[in-house]
Structures are given as C-alpha cells and as structure tokens.
C-alpha cells in the first residue's frame, strides 16, 4: 500500500510493481552497506538509476496532482527526490513506523484496549509511536573538510554515521 500510494504521488504508474520493489530492495542494501561491498553498491548506483529512468519517462504524461513532476527541477533533481520519497516511504512508514506502533501496543494491553475502545485514540497513539519509537535511528553524513568530533579526527570525503535514536 505505501509503495502503490508514493508511486501515485510521482505519477508512476502501478504496472511494474515487482521491478520497483526490486529496485527499492537493491537501493536498501546498498544504503545499509556497511561493509562497503562493491557489488551491493553498484546494484544500488544501477536501481537508483533505472528507477530515476522511470520517473524522467512518466514526467511528461503525468497526472496534474503529481506536483513533483510538475515543479522546474532539473532531471537529476527530480530522479533523486523522487528515489528518496520512495525509499522514505516505504522505509519509515511501511516497514518501521507501522510495526513499531503494533509492538508498543502489543507490548503494552492496556493502552491497545483504550485505542480499541475508542478509535478517537489513534492518531494519538501514532503520534506517540513516531515520538517513543521513532522509524529513523540513523542518518549518514559525509565529512566536508578535516573535523575533530569527541577526540576522533576524520579527513574530508569520509563517511559518518549519525546513530539519531541515541539522542
């Protein structure tokens, strides 16, 4: 359902369904590829890329209410948003958020009995899964110059990690 709604959002249609999820699986790996394998990262240069490719084709016959397609961004600009929306869309939403909230309420019956005794309860208690539990617990960074942080130097160019759920 989060997929088949973002790709509506950017006028992309739903056909190709599994070649989207495809891409999207080879662009995770790639963002989660710690160890720095080439193969995970070209397959990710490569999904991004082609789903970019889908994005540029639909553009010109896309639906009104797709405002992304819509705005004077450059190709480039619109390929990587709309890659990023994607990947935040299912990511955060689908994957994290969705069952971070079942748990918390699994996890405690008294507050799941409340919200199903009273649906008015619910936004609530997804606002307060996002801000408990949030989705995102990490970000990565690239350093733009030579940077001493907490007594650790780094070099220009070099990769960090942001651990966001720690704060």
């Given at each position: 359902?989060?997929?088949?709604?973002?790709?509506?959002?950017?006028?992309?249609?739903?056909?190709?369904?599994?070649?989207?999820?495809?891409?999207?699986?080879?662009?995770?790996?790639?963002?989660?590829?710690?160890?720095?394998?080439?193969?995970?990262?070209?397959?990710?240069?490569?999904?991004?890329?082609?789903?970019?490719?889908?994005?540029?084709?639909?553009?010109?016959?896309?639906?009104?209410?797709?405002?992304?397609?819509?705005?004077?961004?450059?190709?480039?600009?619109?390929?990587?948003?709309?890659?990023?929306?994607?990947?935040?869309?299912l990511e955060t939403t689908a994957a994290a958020m969705l069952?971070?909230?079942?748990?918390?309420?699994?996890?405690?019956?008294?507050?799941?009995?409340?919200?199903?005794?009273?649906?008015?309860?619910?936004?609530?208690?997804?606002?307060?899964?996002?801000?408990?539990?949030?989705?995102?617990?990490?970000c990565t960074r690239h350093t733009t110059r030579a940077v001493?942080?907490?007594?650790?130097?780094?070099?220009?160019?070099?990769?960090?990690?942001?651990?966001?759920?720690?704060?």
């Amino acid at each position: 359902m989060a997929l088949r709604t973002v790709l509506d959002s950017l006028g992309v249609a739903a056909e190709g369904l599994a070649e989207v999820r495809a891409w999207y699986a080879d662009i995770a790996a790639a963002l989660g590829n710690c160890a720095g394998a080439s193969a995970v990262r070209e397959r990710g240069r490569e999904a991004w890329r082609a789903f970019g490719e889908r994005v540029l084709a639909r553009r010109a016959t896309v639906s009104p209410r797709s405002r992304l397609a819509g705005l004077p961004f450059s190709e480039p600009e619109v390929a990587a948003s709309a890659t990023i929306l994607v990947f935040g869309g299912l990511e955060t939403t689908a994957a994290a958020m969705l069952g971070n909230a079942a748990w918390a309420l699994l996890r405690h019956p008294e507050q799941l009995a409340a919200v199903r005794r009273d649906a008015a309860l619910l936004a609530g208690a997804v606002e307060e899964a996002l801000r408990w539990e949030s989705p995102v617990q990490t970000c990565t960074r690239h350093t733009t110059r030579a940077v001493e942080v907490g007594g650790v130097a780094m070099g220009a160019g070099e990769t960090v990690q942001c651990m966001l759920g720690s704060g």
